[in-house]
């Protein structure tokens, strides 16, 4: 059993900032693969950054250079950093987890608004 849990979802204005943090219960955290996902209204949920246990890296071309992942082991937590938001950033943001075998976990999601 896992569960996911997500925070620092927000208004921001367009060329603002916000960091989300997804903290997860399992006992073992750092052989996974972390991901955030997101989707936005009309549209299909989409992978925007993912970290693997040995901390390498992948971004979606469309926020690549203003986003960030990172990890932190002891905390069991993944963190999203989303600079330079744009009002197109606008979705609900899922925290992803996924083990060596078995099926994925998600958070319930958190909803980033980036307008004027």
């Known amino acids: 059993q896992v569960q996911l849990v997500e925070s620092g979802g927000g208004l921001v204005q367009p060329g603002g900032s916000l960091r989300l943090s997804c903290a997860a219960s399992?006992?073992?955290?750092?052989?996974?693969?972390m991901g955030w996902y997101r989707q936005a209204p009309g549209k299909q949920r989409e992978l925007v950054a993912t970290i693997t246990s040995g901390g390498s890296t992948n971004f979606a071309d469309s926020v690549k250079g203003r986003f960030t992942i990172s990890r932190d082991n002891a905390k069991k937590t993944v963190y999203l950093q989303m600079n330079s938001l744009k009002p197109e950033d606008t979705a609900v943001y899922y925290c992803n987890l996924r083990p060596p075998a078995g099926r994925d976990s998600w958070g319930q999601g958190t909803q980033v608004t980036v307008s004027s």
């Open positions: 399992t006992i073992i955290f750092s052989i996974y693969t």
